[in-house]
C-alpha cells in the first residue's frame, strides 16, 4: 500500500512572520480557508478555519516578501503534528503544514460560494 499524506490550500493570509536562519529564510503563516453551506433552515453560513503554514525559501517557493495579510495564497504541502507540553503542563498537539509550493492567487474577482 503507498502512503500518501498531500494537502492543498486556497486562502487568505491573515498574518505572517519572516525568520532567517543562517543562508535561509522561513515564513509562518495563518491562512484562513472558508467553506460555505445552507443550515437546516436555508440561511447561509460560511465556516471559516486557520491553518499554521510553514514554508522554507527554496526551489517552488520564493518572493516571501511579497505575502502579507490579506494576500490569497495558493499552498501545496503535506500535514504534521507535534506533540508538545505547554507552559501549564497540559500535553497539546499542534498542526502545520508544510508547505512545498506557495503561490500568490491574483484574482481580480471576489470569491464565489456555491450553496
Known sequence: MEQ???IELRGVVGGI??????????ARISLATNYAYKDRDGAAVIDT???NVLA???RNIHDLDKITKGTKL????RVRYQKYTGTDG???IATDIIANYLAIVDDPEPMQYEM
Open 74 to 77: 495558493h499552498v501545496k504541502g
Open 4 to 6: 500518501l499524506n498531500r
Open 90 to 92: 497540559v500535553d497539546r
Open 49 to 51: 478555519s486557520w491553518h
Open 17 to 26: 512572520r519572516l525568520q532567517t536562519f543562517e543562508d535561509s529564510r522561513m
Open 56 to 58: 522554507w525559501e527554496g
